[in-house]
Structure formats: C-alpha cells, structure tokens
C-alpha cells in the first residue's frame, strides 16, 4: 500500500548544522540521507520508501521558522530506537521537549519522545509495539 504522505519540508537556517542533527537523530530510526546535489536539500527516506523528508533553506530567501503547535512524529521500530533519536538528538544541538517515555493517556504501548531541531522544528519518535525493554 502507497503512503499516504509524499514528502515532509522543513526548513532551516544553516544547511550544516542540521546535516549532522538530521544525520544522528533521523539515523537513530533508521532514516538515511539520500545522495543529493551539495546545492539541493538534504533528503532523508527509510529504505526508499515515503514519506521523504526534506530540509530546505527557505526559497523565499527569509529566515526558516516553525510552527507553534505542530510537529512531525516519526514511527520508531522499538522503544530503544526512540532513546536513540532523542539522544542523537540532543548530542546534535537539539532541544528537549519529552523525554523518551510511555504516554499511556494516548494508548498502552505509546512511547515517544518528543525534540526541537536547532531550527526550532518540533519532532517527535513514536514506537507503538509491547513488549520491549525500557
């Protein structure tokens, strides 16, 4: 079955820095960059399939911001892969915003943890599987 989402952009305001934030925290689950034109965005995807994830500079040539009250989660195989994101993450110039942990008031098995990137963008990995070891 096709995705239901195509791609998701983010932007940014220092291509560099969330090279090496995107490379640890996304790669934590299981994203790689896709080769890419150094002009181009950076470009990540799970074993090429959607959605993709892209990190522009802005066209508009004004400053990248974020939403206030939104966020992309991203689907985490296992608990130990959503520790994984959230400490890439904060090795990587990321800013807490959930430790990893169970939120059971969204169901039994909902552990997430939830970051900003260096840009602000609000990010959340979700595993929804029992049975793994915290």
């Given at each position: 079955?096709?995705?239901?989402?195509?791609?998701?952009?983010?932007?940014?305001?220092?291509?560099?820095?969330?090279?090496?934030?995107?490379?640890?925290?996304?790669?934590?689950?299981?994203?790689?960059?896709?080769?890419?034109?150094?002009?181009?965005?950076?470009?990540?995807?799970?074993?090429?399939?959607?959605?993709?994830?892209?990190?522009?500079?802005?066209?508009?040539?004004?400053?990248?911001?974020?939403?206030?009250?939104?966020?992309?989660?991203?689907?985490?195989?296992?608990?130990?892969?959503v520790d994984a994101f959230h400490a890439a993450a904060m090795h990587n110039g990321g800013m807490d915003?959930?430790?990893?942990?169970?939120?059971?008031?969204?169901?039994?098995?909902?552990?997430?943890?939830?970051?900003?990137?260096?840009?602000?963008?609000?990010?959340?990995?979700?595993?929804?599987?029992?049975?793994?070891?915290?």
């Amino acid at each position: 079955m096709m995705s239901v989402i195509s791609h998701i952009t983010l932007g940014t305001n220092d291509k560099s820095r969330s090279k090496a934030f995107y490379d640890a925290a996304l790669g934590a689950i299981g994203f790689k960059r896709v080769p890419k034109p150094a002009e181009k965005p950076l470009a990540y995807d799970r074993d090429g399939q959607m959605p993709t994830i892209y990190i522009y500079t802005p066209e508009d040539g004004r400053p990248a911001t974020w939403g206030n009250g939104t966020h992309v989660a991203f689907t985490a195989d296992t608990r130990q892969q959503v520790d994984a994101f959230h400490a890439a993450a904060m090795h990587n110039g990321g800013m807490d915003e959930g430790q990893p942990g169970l939120r059971r008031h969204y169901g039994p098995n909902y552990y997430a943890a939830y970051v900003r990137d260096p840009d602000g963008n609000k990010l959340q990995a979700v595993c929804y599987a029992s049975g793994d070891t915290v």
